[in-house]
């Protein structure tokens, strides 16, 4: 079945430097990807949408100058976090969809721990 | 999209089947209702959809109330790997791709 790999599963960054973390989609090509954010406890909250090639959209509340997304290709989007500090420490998931069947299933990656010192 | 309700936790004997009640009141006549599970400290795990019928897949049963206002996810024999966060949703339009997780259900199975 489709697979959603991220890079790194956890990293460790001292305040005000920044944190890039991958998300592949190994066995399929993901016309969209999106980027959750989750708390301890807490629920996944969507952060951006990113389309192959375009601009992400993000959701209302992010900042999209701290929280650099790029769809370079069918298989890869990044998430950069800018001048990170302790408070977007979290745990950052990534998901990946074909766009090509009727539903649109999400597959997920097994998502990203930040830890910010 | 359509907001839902879901019991904040249930408790399940190991081996027995694990029922998971859903509410979407305001349901519209053209949005699926997903579930999807997340065990801990792991990314979401796709696990059942449908639009008005009932669906059965190799991991699970989905019953969607006639007005379908109402769903029950069905674990038929819950194991202990099946202690996990349960996610239903709804959404519009499945093109957009977009998914709005809400609180969902902590199952746990106890031997």
Same mark, same amino acid.
């Given at each position: 079945g489709a697979v @959603? +790999?991220?890079? &790194? +599963?956890w990293v460790i960054?001292?305040?005000?430097? +920044? @944190?890039?973390?991958e998300c592949r989609s190994l066995d399929f090509q993901a016309t969209t990807m999106f980027w959750y954010?989750?708390? &301890?406890?807490?629920?996944? !909250?969507? !952060?951006?949408?990113?389309?192959e090639g375009s601009k992400a959209t993000y959701e209302q509340g992010v900042e999209k100058d701290k929280f650099l997304i790029n769809h370079a290709s069918l298989t890869l989007?990044?998430?950069? @976090?800018?001048?990170?500090? &302790?408070?977007?420490?979290?745990? #950052?998931?990534?998901?990946?969809t074909t766009g090509t069947s009727a539903s #649109?299933?999400?597959?997920?990656? &097994?998502?990203t721990r930040l830890t910010v010192t | 999209d359509a907001k839902t $309700?879901?019991?904040? /936790?249930?408790?399940?004997?190991?081996?027995? *089947? *694990?029922?998971?009640?859903?509410?979407? /009141? $305001?349901? /519209?006549?053209?949005e699926y209702v997903y579930w999807y599970r997340q065990i801990h400290s792991q990314g979401p795990q796709y696990i059942i959809h449908g639009l008005k019928n009932n669906e059965t897949n190799e991991m699970a049963s989905l019953i969607i109330t006639e007005d379908r206002k109402s769903s029950t996810l069905i674990l038929?024999?819950?194991t202990l790997r099946d202690t996990a966060v349960y996610y239903c949703i709804v959404r519009v339009d499945p093109s957009l791709g977009k998914l709005v997780f809400g609180a969902g259900t902590i199952l746990r199975v106890k031997s």
């Open positions: @959603v +790999s991220q890079h &790194p +599963s960054c001292k305040s005000g430097t +920044s @944190v890039k973390i954010r989750q708390f &301890p406890k807490q629920s996944l !909250m969507l !952060m951006a949408t990113s389309n989007s990044t998430l950069t @976090v800018t001048s990170a500090h &302790p408070e977007d420490s979290s745990f #950052y998931i990534c998901s990946a #649109y299933e999400q597959y997920f990656g &097994p998502g | $309700t879901q019991p904040p /936790s249930m408790d399940c004997a190991e081996g027995r *089947a *694990a029922n998971l009640p859903c509410n979407h /009141s $305001t349901i /519209s006549g053209n038929p024999h819950a």
